[in-house]
């Protein structure tokens, strides 16, 4: 048993238990991580989907928390116990971790054959919250039990549990840090999961290795009587668990909050989320330890209680009015580091973190550990576990709630700054609860009221109006949905050169107009040529190379503005196209893009559906002959599950895809990610090929038979008006000019890839990608034996051998702009055009791409 500490001292906690619990929780959160990705891939990548997975969690932790804090409380050895736990936990634990990662090859196997209800939305949902409840449960219990052993006196209780809060919550952020920064991007998500397991068990064996040298813990208090009976005594019992559930519930949703608004400022990515995770949870840890250092010498709890959470609901406050003016400090910061300050900055992230997210995360910390302490006030030692089980399984409970109900219902329905406003009362509604409890109800009530009064001193578009100002552009329209703000942008000669007078002055003397469809800080799509141009020949190169007659059932994975999609509705043999996002809004916002898209949310053809699209693969079980795929940036978070050898599998067995187009943004990852992408489809598919149509934004294309394009049937194609006219648009008036942008054929990406591994779940390279290292990829980076006209007949070759100097020169005019060499970039755009011929896009790139839009184009 601990050794007491002498009365009015704080209680020295065992520094071989402290790096235990340390390790417990760092083992707990990276599986966590591990779980949302795996689960992501079985119920789908939504909002909807997410916040079932988390609630699931959570939902285990409050059932461990209760069970577990009344076992403990029957237990002799409670040591012993926590060592059972932990053994558990990290056998439990792996056992779902191996079995979530056959989730795929079951679908696989399951086929057509299988009952309808195994690829129901229900099944797969209600399947994922079972499967996380005996490890997370597990994991609930751990805390109670270990504080159970620890306090040997009524005394020992708030400041052990304040300690043992902070070092598991420390353990949290180290794990999450390692798990985003390291281990996932270096071993997989099975090895980390290994390497997680075994932690438990380290732990699980040390900790009995202790409990054998220690004896039964106290079950009575030591002679030092409760505080005496107050006249709300009948309720006592109550109030700390709806504080706790209060508390909770503003915790997790401020902290999905503040996610949302930051995402708006920093590059969405794996690494910045685990960072701004990692700063939140410091911010707990800080709160928890202060709480153990200053417990012994504050009085009156329940009033110190209701200080902490009136100072919780004024910090969010605060954190509001400073996410609002999160564009100023992104500029003030970027400054101050200098190359450092970029977006994908990981000094930028902190700071944001430490300004914005830091302050009340700490208080919150200090919350949790005192409504925790109160709720034992009148209990022995005897029923000390339950007393902590239950308060803290109400404040998962909040937590639960306030994940779902943040991103199902508030945020929807109120905008993001209507949700914080909600987290602010619920903030002030636990400090009034307090203070009844407390005798400080008229003096909290008044700076409750003046706390409210702030939330309405900011305008009401105040957050909205923050997160989508942009220098460049003016807003035509936003829209506040479940998965984040989308924001149609207009960029204008006018809007353009207000921001960089000095150049437009000198340079910019031609009109444009070019919109574009932003998520947060995530370009979906825009209007500007080289955009509409390779999205164009998404659609355009595989019904080009299907069997022309045929009537083909098209699925596109990622609506963007539409431009794929319309382009598709031009080919007179396609029969059906599905379109498939993820995010329901940008179907809404495609009437803003009707120019681009043909107004391809009305065709009578077209189908709109609002899913995950790889579920839709695999759930859906319907037949595609072509599949059309445009998700986010691969580096984005949660994208990486379009791009895995899995992903294809589905698009290949599951829907019977034959022809494969797939966008890649060649030069947003290294030689060696982009390697990976291609090897990914390639181990799936047994002919795949590379076309560069504009700057070196790559379309993939891929099928289960030879892909080699014939200029004969191609200008048949060209005969069909729509077909025609849809491509002269973006400066393809031939089809010689569309062949032109081949870079590499089925053996020359066959030589490209040889030696690289492909992508899976398991380890998705593209998006950890600063652990696959190496150079960005630039146009120079295609192998200089690559044969553009390979496989063609001597015809073909002919007549697209002159346009080939003129798709180089573009290419190279794009890495000069990327390397800042304006005067050469513009040199090289024009060769490209006396090459290629004047046309819409030619004209662009030497009068707009390499001139006043040199420094950043939309």
């Known amino acids: 048993m601990s050794e007491a500490a002498p009365a009015g001292t704080t209680p020295r906690l065992d520094p071989r238990l402290a790096a235990l619990f340390v390790l417990s929780g760092a083992s707990g959160l990276v599986f966590e991580v591990i779980w949302v990705r795996q689960l992501g891939n079985w119920v789908g990548h939504s909002t909807v989907a997410v916040s079932l997975v988390v609630a699931a969690f959570l939902t285990g932790l409050l059932i461990g928390s209760y069970f577990g804090g009344r076992s403990a409380d029957r237990c002799p050895r409670p040591l012993m116990r926590y060592a059972q736990l932990e053994a558990l936990t990290g056998l439990a634990a792996l056992a779902v971790s191996l079995a979530l990662t056959r989730t795929h090859a079951l679908s696989m196997a399951l086929g057509g054959s299988a009952p309808a209800w195994l690829f129901s939305q229900w099944f797969r949902q209600v399947s994922a919250f079972l499967v996380l409840l005996p490890p997370t449960a597990l994991m609930g219990a751990t805390l109670p039990t270990l504080v159970r052993h620890v306090a040997s006196r009524r005394a020992d209780v708030a400041p052990s549990l304040g300690r043992l809060y902070a070092l598991n919550t420390l353990g949290a952020a180290l794990g999450c840090g390692f798990a985003g920064y390291y281990a996932l991007g270096h071993f997989g998500l099975r090895n980390t999961a290994i390497g997680a397991s075994l932690g438990n068990l380290a732990v699980a064996l040390l900790a009995a290795q202790r409990a054998g040298h220690e004896g039964p813990v106290a079950a009575s208090v030591e002679g030092e009587p409760g505080p005496a009976a107050t006249p709300v005594e009948g309720l006592g019992r109550a109030q700390p668990g709806l504080i706790a559930a209060l508390s909770g519930a503003s915790a997790i949703g401020c902290e999905l909050l503040w996610f949302r608004g930051l995402h708006a400022f920093v590059k969405s990515s794996t690494y910045a989320f685990s960072l701004l995770l990692v700063v939140y949870l410091a911010g707990l840890v800080l709160g928890g330890w202060r709480f153990a250092r200053v417990v012994g010498r504050r009085r009156e709890g329940w009033r110190w209680l209701a200080e902490l959470q009136l100072l919780v609901a004024a910090a969010t406050l605060g954190s509001v009015a400073l996410l609002g003016r999160a564009g100023t400090l992104v500029a003030l910061f970027g400054r101050a580091l200098g190359a450092h300050g970029d977006t994908d900055s990981d000094l930028l992230h902190a700071l944001l973190g430490l300004v914005i997210v830091a302050p009340p995360a700490t208080l919150m910390g200090m919350s949790y550990p005192l409504v925790s302490s109160l709720a034992t006030e009148r209990r022995s030692l005897g029923s000390l576990g339950a007393a902590l089980g239950s308060v803290g399984a109400l404040n998962t409970l909040g937590g639960a709630l306030g994940s779902v109900l943040t991103t199902l219902v508030l945020v929807p329905r109120l905008g993001l700054q209507g949700a914080f406003t909600v987290m602010v009362g619920l903030s002030l509604a636990a400090a009034l609860v307090a203070a009844w409890r407390g005798g400080a109800l008229p003096a909290t009530a008044r700076m409750a009221a003046a706390i409210a009064a702030g939330l309405f001193l900011l305008p009401r578009d105040y957050l909205l109006r923050a997160t989508t100002t942009f220098p460049r552009a003016s807003v035509v329209a936003v829209r506040e949905g479940r998965d984040g703000t989308a924001a149609v942008l207009s960029y204008t000669r006018a809007s353009v050169c207000a921001a960089s007078p000095n150049r437009c002055v ?121 599949v059309s795929l445009e998700p986010p940036p691969p580096t984005a978070e949660g994208a990486a599950s379009l791009y895995t050898t899995e992903f294809y599998e589905a698009v290949r067995r599951a829907a019977g895809a034959r022809w494969v187009a797939q966008w890649i943004p060649l030069d947003q990852q290294s030689v060696a990610v982009n390697r990976a992408m291609l090897a990914s489809m390639r181990a799936v598919y047994p002919y795949v090929e590379l076309y560069i149509p504009a700057r070196l934004e790559g379309v993939v294309i891929a099928s289960d038979r030879p892909l080699t394009p014939s200029l004969g049937l191609w200008r048949e194609a060209w005969r069909t008006p729509a077909v025609r006219d849809n491509l002269a648009e973006v400066g393809f008036a031939r089809p010689e000019h569309l062949l032109a942008t081949r870079v590499l054929d089925a053996a020359g990406v066959d030589r490209f890839v040889a030696g690289a591994a492909p992508i899976t779940d398991d380890r998705p390279m593209v998006e950890f990608y600063r652990n696959a290292g190496g150079e960005a990829f630039r146009a120079r980076h295609i192998p200089s034996w690559a044969d553009p006209l390979a ?46 011929g004047a046309d819409v896009y030619t004209d662009f790139l030497v009068e707009l791409e390499h001139d006043c839009l040199a420094l950043d184009a939309p």
């Open 506 to 626: 000198q340079h910019c003397r031609r009109d444009f107009k070019y919109d574009q469809l932003l998520f947060g800080t995530i370009s979906y799509a825009s209007t500007i040529p080289p955009a509409r141009r390779y999205m164009r020949a998404l659609a355009h190169l595989p019904m080009l190379l299907a069997p022309r007659g045929a009537p083909l059932d098209v699925l596109e994975i990622c609506f963007g503005t539409g431009t794929t999609a319309g382009a598709f509705t031009t080919h007179p043999q396609l029969r059906s196209l599905t379109v498939v996002d993820i995010n329901a809004d940008v179907f809404a916002l495609s009437r803003y893009f009707a120019e681009s898209n043909l107004g391809v949310a009305s065709r009578p053809r077209v189908r709109l559906v609002a899913e995950d699209g790889r579920h839709h693969l695999v759930t859906r079980r319907q037949r595609y002959d072509v």
């Open 791 to 836: 496989g063609l007949s001597a015809a073909d070759r002919a007549a697209v051998s002159p346009l080939l100097t003129g798709q180089r020169e573009s290419l190279n005019a794009w890495d000069l702009n990327l390397d800042g060499a304006h005067p050469e970039a513009m040199a090289a755009a024009r060769r490209a055009r006396e090459a290629l």
